[in-house]
């Protein structure tokens, strides 16, 4: 019985610490304008912050975000509003699909854009 319980444990912690979703976590930042403080910061409990500031805008937001699957490494932020481009002037995206690419989190398969957020 004590093998068992010991097996049950050591599984469970090795399952959580090798989860395939932590290299998601962290703060990344969209650098596309210079005068501007742009960042996303994805959590381990499905939810985002988005925040962005530039001169006297400053706005933000939350929301969940989805793991899509494995192979291309995509996160979808469900009801995410792209400040990366237009600031105050937003455009709100029902499904805003992301790929995970080294440090870079880009919103195609092209690469980096000016859109792309980098881990920091």
Same mark, same amino acid.
Request: hydrophobic letters at 30%.
């Given at each position: 019985?004590?093998?068992?319980?010991?097996?049950?444990?050591?599984?469970?912690?090795?399952?959580? %610490?090798?989860?395939?979703?932590?290299?998601?976590?962290?703060?990344?930042?969209?650098?596309?304008?210079?005068?501007?403080?742009?960042?996303?910061?994805?959590?381990?409990?499905?939810?985002?912050?988005?925040?962005?500031?530039?001169?006297?805008?400053?706005?933000?937001?939350?929301?969940?975000?989805?793991?899509?699957?494995?192979?291309?490494?995509?996160?979808?932020?469900?009801?995410?509003?792209?400040?990366?481009?237009?600031?105050?002037?937003?455009?709100?995206?029902?499904?805003?699909?992301?790929?995970?690419?080294?440090?870079?989190?880009?919103? %195609?398969?092209?690469?980096?854009?000016?859109?792309?957020?980098?881990?920091?």
């Amino acid at each position: 019985m004590k093998i068992y319980k010991f097996c049950l444990i050591f599984f469970s912690i090795m399952f959580i %610490g090798c989860s395939p979703l932590k290299k998601y976590y962290g703060k990344y930042y969209c650098e596309n304008e210079t005068n501007a403080i742009n960042y996303l910061i994805i959590k381990e409990d499905n939810s985002y912050f988005h925040y962005y500031k530039k001169d006297n805008i400053e706005i933000s937001q939350t929301g969940t975000w989805l793991y899509l699957d494995d192979r291309f490494e995509r996160i979808e932020l469900i009801d995410f509003n792209n400040y990366n481009e237009n600031g105050e002037k937003y455009s709100i995206i029902k499904n805003y699909i992301l790929i995970k690419n080294n440090n870079y989190l880009n919103n %195609g398969f092209d690469g980096n854009t000016r859109s792309s957020f980098i881990k920091r």
